[in-house]
């Protein structure tokens, strides 16, 4: 953890002074003992802190990312490039400043809170999805066009031929990842019963479903969950401010793959209540496709079907291979017995195999 001290002069630079006095009125100083390291990996490291100023204290996050990555680079660029044009649904940006020690990018963001422990699951949806349809809707094809300048050409779309390539590379990786699970001592009893059908539907030329490019892309925030959905005032009876956080798995993509993602993430690891997945799961389509329509978009295929299209894509490209990589790692991968079964349940109702 970078010590209070190295903090301290990060505040005393002149820059991040004159970028946050725009944003609070005349800056005092920074509360050393209210600094706390909240989350890091390899790629960033997230700080939360307060700041004295004539408008009283203020609490703000300082996010370091750590080198060049690519997936740094895509938030980085969302924050510094397209905020206007997202600031709806992202946290203020009060500072940049780039090049630093190791070619780090430091950061200063407005402060929200996490709305995760805030709302009693599953209601949280009922709170998360209208937002996230506005974001969908409100960089829909056309829209997301209009404004390419502010996107091109560092942003990712899910239809370029670098992103299927990489996702092919992807695929290969899980298909010897489940060989290995094997001969994996504890992973043959999970991958063994389903290991021959996975194989055959990774062994297709294409897994691409083009229904789901048909019914429009848009911007997915890509790792939608409670810890990146933030929102200062929850209250049910008015227009909740709904904010994300973390973009770096951003892209032009379908929507469904945020609307799954955040749904199967809960069904998934929750513990109990296993008897209502189906109407929990038919809650937030719906209410999903209701939110696309009030802004005028209309799905030409059946919603539930892109719905599990979509998650389908993402389990045999990215989800398998995750889950695998933290078993081979030593670590548990808590989601992967839940994922073999919707491979194998929603591969045959879409005839991925017979």
Request: hydrophobic residues 35%; aromatic residues 12%.
């Amino acid at each position: 953890m970078m010590d209070i001290a190295n903090i301290k002069k990060i505040f005393q630079n002149a820059d991040f002074h004159h970028q946050i006095k725009h944003k609070f009125g005349k800056y005092k100083s920074f509360v050393p003992d209210s600094i706390q390291q909240l989350r890091a990996s390899s790629k960033s490291i997230i700080y939360k802190l307060d700041i004295s100023t004539e408008l009283g204290i203020q609490p703000i996050i300082f996010k370091r990312y750590i080198g060049s990555k690519n997936r740094n680079n895509v938030e980085i660029n969302l924050y510094d490039k397209a905020h206007p044009f997202l600031k709806e649904f992202m946290p203020t940006i009060y500072a940049t400043k780039s090049k630093i020690f190791d070619n780090e990018t430091w950061m200063l963001i407005e402060y929200i809170e996490p709305l995760r422990g805030r709302i009693h699951p599953p209601n949280h949806f009922d709170y998360i999805i209208p937002t996230v349809a506005k974001l969908h809707a409100h960089s829909y094809e056309q829209n997301f066009y209009d404004n390419i300048d502010l996107f091109n050409p560092w942003f990712p779309t899910f239809h370029s031929k670098k992103a299927k390539t990489r996702r092919q590379a992807k695929i290969q990786k899980t298909k010897l990842y489940l060989i290995d699970a094997l001969h994996h001592k504890r992973l043959k009893k999970i991958i063994e019963p389903t290991h021959s059908i996975i194989q055959q539907i990774l062994s297709k030329s294409s897994l691409s479903f083009p229904e789901l490019v048909q019914n429009g892309q848009c911007i997915v925030h890509g790792d939608l969950h409670l810890q990146n959905i933030c929102c200062n005032h929850i209250n049910q009876n008015t227009n909740n401010h709904i904010r994300m956080i973390d973009w770096e798995s951003a892209r032009f993509a379908s929507g469904w793959f945020d609307i799954n993602l955040l749904v199967e993430r809960y069904l998934g690891l929750r513990n109990s209540e296993k008897n209502n997945d189906d109407s929990i799961r038919n809650h937030c389509v719906q209410l999903y496709t209701t939110e696309m329509n009030k802004r005028g978009i209309t799905f030409q295929s059946d919603p539930m079907i892109l719905y599990k299209m979509s998650y389908l894509q993402y389990l045999l490209e990215t989800g398998l291979l995750v889950q695998l990589q933290k078993e081979f790692d030593g670590k548990k991968g808590v989601l992967l017995t839940y994922y073999l079964d919707k491979v194998l349940n929603w591969g045959k109702e879409l005839n991925l195999y017979s």
